[in-house]
């Protein structure tokens, strides 16, 4: 079986396809590993003691159900952008295992009868990954976005029916942050047929973060967080402002960021990574690389923020990339698809034009 040709919607960092072929081990080994498992599982009687891959046929592995689903979209990423440097036929026997419709109906029935389950972080991940599988294109990319298709279509109306509840936007620095799960979102949904969802989703990221101001960053970082809650508030809004709209907003809600060495511009100190809680610092380096670099994609090239940014941005890839294949599956199971997104994020970084 031959590998796909990789699409040439953006350039590939040589140090991302330096990296492909340990992210591929790492993310193979985290789908099939069952155990050690996590199940956030609300127990109604004792019926529901059961395997997690009772629930969960395709998503079982890799710890929990959310880095379980995004490992999956780390391997057709890998096929897409990096086929040359990874296992390929392997790669896809495991996904073709996985991406049946048999067991993606099963997790959209899940979804459906548990309907906080995994919100929102999960449910992004899974449009992400359909996403990715659409872009992949091809017999297998095909297969697998049609297998995903029950499941998505889950996560849309899910999706549709919390935001018109969800008065107030959530901002922890963890899986319940509702502007890192809507940024995902926005890149995703029109990429896994969705168009319509991202515009009800930019409709929402404008209502909650459009007039916010001074961001209260010297709160950052707090002792377990992976996500930044001021830079992806500030992701997100670069998704949906306009160019000449985004920089001044920028001003308002992180003002002296070009003359002020915050606690944002400088990776978080992570004194035990081994810690399931404080290593998740290790992937707070990581998302923030990520968001660096998306926003100082988003600034004008003459605008005294950009250098500062992009600046950071490699200093906090550089502190959390070296623990992103450690050996120890605490950070194994989620880390490599954060550095991935800071090394090879979805293509057209920074605002809408």
């Known amino acids: 079986m031959?590998?796909?040709?990789?699409?040439?919607?953006?350039?590939?960092?040589e140090e991302f396809r330096q990296c492909a072929p340990r992210f591929a081990t790492v993310a193979l080994a985290n789908v099939t590993r069952a155990y050690p498992n996590?199940?956030?599982?609300?127990?109604?009687?004792?019926?529901?003691l059961v395997s997690p891959r009772t629930h969960h046929p395709a998503f079982y592995g890799s710890y929990d159900w959310h880095s379980a689903v995004h490992m999956h979209w780390l391997l057709?990423?890998?096929?897409?952008?990096?086929?040359?440097?990874?296992?390929?036929?392997?790669?896809?026997?495991?996904?073709?295992?996985?991406l049946t419709h048999g067991a993606l109906?099963?997790?959209a029935g899940y979804l459906r009868a548990n309907p906080s389950f995994e919100r929102p972080y999960g449910w992004a991940w899974l449009l992400a990954l359909t996403a990715e599988c659409r872009a992949l294109g091809g017999t297998a990319g095909g297969r697998w976005a049609g297998a995903l298709e029950p499941a998505a279509e889950a996560v849309e109306d899910l999706l549709r029916g919390w935001l018109v509840r969800a008065t107030y936007p959530v901002r922890h620095g963890t899986h319940t942050n509702s502007a890192f799960a809507l940024g995902l979102v926005l890149?995703?949904?029109?990429?896994?047929?969705?168009?319509?969802?991202?515009?009800?989703?930019?409709g929402a990221v404008l209502d909650w973060f459009a007039d916010d101001r001074d961001a209260p960053v010297h709160w950052e970082p707090s002792g377990q967080d992976f996500l930044s809650p001021a830079l992806t508030e500030a992701e997100a809004v670069c998704r949906v402002l306009p160019r000449e709209e985004f920089g001044p907003w920028l001003t308002r809600f992180l003002p002296g960021l070009e003359?002020?060495?915050?606690?944002?511009?400088?990776p978080p100190v992570v004194s035990d990574p081994g810690d399931p809680q404080i290593g998740h610092l290790i992937g707070l380096s990581l998302s923030?690389?990520?968001?660096?670099?998306?926003?100082?994609?988003?600034?004008?090239?003459g605008d005294a923020r950009v250098p500062v940014l992009t600046a950071a941005a490699e200093d906090h890839l550089a502190a959390g990339l070296v623990h992103t294949a450690s050996g120890d599956f605490t950070g194994d199971h989620w880390l490599a698809t954060f550095a991935a997104l800071a090394m090879d994020g979805p293509p057209g970084h920074g605002a809408v034009d």
């Not at 890149?187 to 930019?202: K, N, T």
Request: glycine share 4%.
């Open 187 to 202: 890149d995703s949904a029109s990429a896994a047929g969705r168009p319509a969802l991202a515009e009800s989703v930019a």
């Open 76 to 98: 057709v990423r890998l096929l897409r952008r990096c086929p040359d440097r990874v296992p390929g036929v392997v790669i896809t026997e495991v996904l073709d295992r996985h």
């Open 288 to 301: 923030r690389a990520a968001g660096l670099r998306r926003l100082s994609a988003a600034l004008p090239p």
């Open 38 to 48: 996590a199940p956030a599982h609300l127990l109604r009687g004792p019926d529901d």
């Open 105 to 107: 109906t099963a997790e």
């Open 2 to 13: 031959s590998a796909e040709p990789p699409t040439t919607d953006s350039a590939i960092s």
């Open 259 to 266: 003359r002020t060495a915050v606690t944002l511009l400088a």
